[in-house]
């Protein structure tokens, strides 16, 4: 059985950091491309990151480029969120993606066809 389970959110200062995951139970990483998104009060759901599955590529949004960093453990079948410098602004849902793809990863909605529950990240002082 395919399954997406984040986890890992939790309720943070501005500037601290945070790891969320993403357990990708029945999934083949090195054929998955895995995407992290968020949703904020009142917006739409928005790519953050991605790590594509043939070659390890990766892209981020560029609000979060220096402060969010995406990882794979193939072995563990899970991708990881590793947050840091964290912004009020970051306040969302987190929820992970996944499509089985040859193919580099995208931070479209579309791209994707598997998605995990959310995990809620706040960032208030």
């Known amino acids: 059985q395919l399954q997406l389970v984040a986890s890992g959110g939790d309720l943070v200062q501005p500037g601290g950091s945070l790891r969320v995951s993403c357990a990708a139970s029945?999934?083949?990483?090195?054929?998955?491309?895995i995407g992290w998104f968020r949703q904020a009060p009142g917006k739409e759901r928005a790519g953050v990151s991605c790590?594509?599955?043939?070659?390890?590529?990766?892209y981020y949004v560029d609000s979060v480029k220096g402060r969010f960093t995406i990882s794979r453990d193939v072995a563990k079948n899970t991708v990881y969120l590793q947050m840091n410098n964290l912004k009020p602004e970051d306040t969302a849902v987190y929820y992970c993606?996944?499509?089985?793809?040859?193919?580099?990863?995208?931070?479209?909605?579309?791209?994707?066809?598997?998605w995990g529950l959310g995990t809620q990240v706040t960032v208030s002082s």
């Open positions: 993606a996944a499509r089985i793809a040859w193919s580099l990863c995208e931070l479209t909605d579309s791209a994707y066809n598997y």
């Open positions: 790590i594509s599955g043939s070659d390890g590529g990766i």
């Open positions: 029945g999934f083949n990483l090195d054929t998955t491309n």
